[in-house]
């Protein structure tokens, strides 16, 4: 009965002539990658939302960053510009106008007074807060304070409510509440970092939803291609910066709430007719395409949602191979955080370097990091279709990509100095192998047990997340209150690359690619013959 009323309501939303042809040409579980990868774009932009809006929100002084131990004076600048075309000159002078159009926006926004607090609401005033650096420092915090609960929630929440729900209903919550985000600014700062802890629970469900989805529609051969989707954070990443600070920019701090907002609810609309939790539930997936994919998945994933009562905690909890993965992951999201959370201090602060808004250079890294991870994911595919090698032997090796070789690279950025465009190479080959991670740490959680992918990835994203309390106090002990020296910065790259490099080895040691027995699903008390509540043993998956 419910599968009926399912298929009346989408065939009254979407007609099938609408899928016949779209489906011509691309299959249905393509069009959930892509769900997916806008899933991971538009939580990451909610994400980005406050780190690039806390500028024009809050009033402070005209300041000119000139500090550092290098100087990044206008013919250095014009020489890392014009290395393939020396003699450009009308790339200088547009360079110089660019230059000065955004320093004449940078004092207009500093030198206007900050709002007055009993001011009233309103839409658009554009009007500047007069916040201290401490509550700056705590509304760029509070997302991570949601975020870390967030990743465990999302594990549980996928398994009792399936992903599509959860990814629905949580994705409208943070889209609302960053829509009226500048109301609650303009009340009092502590609703708007209280929002923002919401928000950031709300984030934390995404991933963990995504495996789940990842875990029933991904033939086991494709499964790397299917991780590769949730690289839409970084291609987030890459895209909302410059929107939203151009919005900001061209109009005013609010629309920079509002536009990112709205375009999310209209996604949701989008997600909430098109996704499905697993190929048997979808109306509108060619029957072919359905018998493809639970053929290749018999006997390593079941069809029904595991409850609550059939996780096994105890047992993954005790799992030396999990805890292996969760150290993995750890560490490579302590190397992401690190770039993120200090690379910009470090180019400002400590050499006192400029970096162009918008530039090539800010976002090439993390290009780098999705085509790198397209080619890995490729690859890994390829190498388990054809059975080269072992799938736990083919995620170790892997991890001398997504680990190691980014860490050695995180040395050499320490060592660059003065160099902008040889740190900027080093940074670009960290991030781009970095890409390797989507075939070790973010698919073993799949080899491990696809019943429980997204319960699993919620607990290591939990973990793993938490590098980002570790990182800012860590910095600013080291070298942020001796006035950030570049040979203390190198002790920070050293520290950085060790805790990278060395979850890798405790993974080498205890990591594996195998089915766990406890991937099993235990049949409920009392439940007699129930199929659908027991998993095919390891063994004869095999």
């Given at each position: 009965?419910?599968?009926?009323?399912?298929?009346?309501?989408?065939?009254?939303?979407?007609?099938?002539?609408?899928?016949?042809?779209?489906?011509?040409?691309?299959?249905?579980?393509?069009?959930?990658?892509?769900?997916?990868?806008?899933?991971?774009?538009?939580?990451?932009?909610?994400?980005?939302?406050?780190?690039?809006?806390?500028?024009?929100?809050?009033?402070?002084?005209?300041?000119?960053?000139?500090?550092?131990?290098?100087?990044?004076?206008?013919r250095?600048?014009?020489?890392?510009?014009?290395?393939?075309?020396?003699?450009?000159?009308?790339?200088?002078?547009?360079?110089?106008?660019?230059?000065?159009?955004?320093?004449?926006?940078?004092?207009?926004?500093?030198?206007?007074?900050?709002?007055s607090?009993?001011?009233?609401?309103?839409?658009?005033?554009?009007?500047?807060?007069?916040?201290?650096?401490?509550?700056?420092?705590?509304?760029?915090?509070?997302?991570?304070?949601?975020?870390?609960?967030?990743?465990?929630?999302?594990?549980?929440?996928?398994?009792?409510?399936g992903?599509?729900?959860?990814?629905?209903?949580?994705?409208?919550?943070?889209?609302?509440?960053?829509?009226?985000?500048?109301f609650?600014?303009?009340?009092h700062?502590?609703?708007?970092?209280?929002?923002?802890?919401?928000?950031?629970l709300?984030?934390?469900?995404?991933?963990?939803?995504?495996?789940?989805?990842?875990?029933?529609?991904?033939?086991?051969?494709?499964?790397?291609?299917?991780?590769?989707?949730?690289?839409g954070g970084?291609?987030?990443?890459?895209?909302?910066?410059?929107?939203?600070?151009?919005?900001?920019?061209?109009?005013?701090?609010?629309?920079?709430?509002?536009?990112?907002?709205i375009?999310?609810?209209?996604?949701?609309?989008?997600?909430?007719?098109?996704?499905?939790?697993?190929?048997?539930?979808?109306?509108?997936?060619?029957?072919?395409e359905?018998?493809?994919?639970?053929?290749?998945?018999?006997?390593?994933?079941?069809?029904?949602?595991?409850?609550?009562?059939?996780?096994?905690?105890?047992?993954?909890?005790?799992?030396?191979?999990?805890?292996?993965?969760v150290?993995?992951?750890?560490?490579?999201?302590?190397?992401?955080f690190?770039?993120?959370?200090?690379l910009?201090?470090?180019?400002?602060?400590?050499?006192?370097?400029?970096?162009?808004?918008?530039?090539?250079?800010?976002?090439?890294?993390?290009a780098?990091?999705?085509?790198?991870?397209f080619?890995?994911?490729?690859?890994?595919?390829?190498?388990?279709?054809?059975?080269?090698?072992?799938?736990?032997?083919?995620?170790?090796?892997?991890?001398?990509?997504?680990?190691?070789?980014?860490?050695?690279?995180?040395?050499?950025?320490?060592?660059?100095?003065?160099?902008?465009?040889?740190?900027?190479?080093?940074?670009?080959?960290?991030?781009?192998?970095?890409?390797a991670?989507?075939?070790?740490?973010?698919?073993?959680?799949?080899?491990?047990?696809?019943?429980?992918?997204?319960?699993?990835?919620?607990?290591?994203?939990?973990?793993?997340?938490?590098?980002?309390?570790?990182?800012?106090?860590?910095?600013?002990?080291?070298?942020g209150?001796?006035?950030?020296?570049?040979?203390?910065?190198?002790?920070?790259?050293?520290?950085g690359?060790?805790?990278?490099?060395?979850?890798?080895?405790?993974?080498?040691?205890?990591?594996?690619?195998?089915?766990?027995?406890?991937?099993?699903?235990?049949?409920?008390?009392?439940?007699?013959?129930?199929?659908?509540?027991?998993?095919?043993?390891?063994?004869?998956?095999?």
């Amino acid at each position: 009965m419910r599968a009926l009323r399912e298929n009346r309501r989408f065939q009254a939303l979407a007609p099938p002539i609408f899928w016949k042809i779209i489906l011509r040409w691309i299959p249905m579980r393509i069009w959930m990658c892509v769900m997916m990868f806008t899933a991971c774009w538009t939580s990451y932009a909610c994400r980005l939302q406050m780190p690039i809006l806390v500028v024009p929100m809050i009033h402070e002084p005209f300041v000119n960053y000139t500090n550092g131990a290098c100087v990044y004076n206008e013919r250095r600048r014009r020489d890392i510009v014009n290395i393939f075309d020396p003699g450009s000159y009308l790339e200088e002078y547009i360079l110089d106008r660019v230059e000065d159009q955004r320093l004449h926006s940078l004092q207009r926004r500093q030198a206007s007074g900050p709002r007055s607090p009993d001011a009233r609401l309103a839409l658009f005033s554009g009007e500047p807060f007069d916040w201290t650096p401490t509550v700056r420092g705590q509304l760029l915090a509070a997302y991570a304070y949601g975020n870390v609960p967030g990743n465990l929630l999302g594990g549980w929440l996928s398994l009792r409510y399936g992903p599509r729900h959860t990814i629905l209903w949580t994705s409208i919550v943070a889209a609302v509440i960053s829509l009226v985000s500048p109301f609650l600014a303009q009340c009092h700062w502590g609703y708007l970092m209280f929002s923002r802890i919401i928000v950031g629970l709300t984030g934390g469900v995404i991933f963990p939803s995504c495996h789940t989805m990842v875990a029933h529609w991904a033939p086991p051969h494709e499964r790397a291609r299917f991780i590769w989707s949730l690289l839409g954070g970084t291609f987030g990443t890459i895209l909302t910066y410059p929107m939203i600070a151009g919005i900001a920019e061209s109009t005013n701090w609010e629309s920079g709430w509002y536009i990112p907002s709205i375009l999310m609810l209209v996604w949701c609309a989008v997600w909430a007719v098109l996704a499905y939790d697993s190929p048997k539930e979808h109306p509108a997936i060619p029957e072919d395409e359905k018998n493809y994919i639970v053929s290749a998945q018999a006997g390593i994933v079941r069809t029904a949602k595991p409850r609550w009562q059939q996780t096994p905690v105890k047992e993954i909890s005790t799992s030396i191979p999990f805890l292996s993965l969760v150290v993995l992951h750890y560490g490579n999201l302590f190397l992401l955080f690190f770039y993120q959370n200090s690379l910009m201090l470090y180019l400002t602060k400590a050499l006192g370097f400029k970096l162009t808004q918008g530039g090539a250079a800010a976002g090439a890294p993390w290009a780098a990091r999705m085509i790198f991870g397209f080619f890995f994911s490729w690859a890994g595919d390829t190498i388990k279709r054809k059975q080269i090698i072992s799938i736990g032997l083919l995620r170790k090796l892997a991890t001398i990509f997504s680990h190691f070789i980014p860490g050695i690279f995180l040395i050499l950025v320490g060592y660059a100095g003065c160099d902008f465009v040889l740190a900027n190479i080093f940074l670009f080959f960290a991030l781009g192998f970095n890409g390797a991670a989507l075939i070790s740490n973010l698919s073993n959680n799949q080899d491990l047990a696809p019943n429980f992918a997204g319960f699993l990835y919620g607990i290591m994203n939990t973990i793993g997340t938490s590098a980002g309390f570790v990182i800012p106090p860590m910095v600013e002990e080291i070298a942020g209150k001796y006035g950030n020296p570049i040979h203390r910065w190198q002790t920070l790259f050293w520290i950085g690359a060790g805790v990278c490099i060395a979850s890798m080895v405790v993974f080498l040691f205890g990591g594996k690619g195998d089915i766990q027995s406890w991937n099993e699903v235990r049949p409920l008390e009392g439940a007699q013959n129930d199929i659908e509540a027991r998993q095919i043993s390891p063994e004869a998956a095999k």
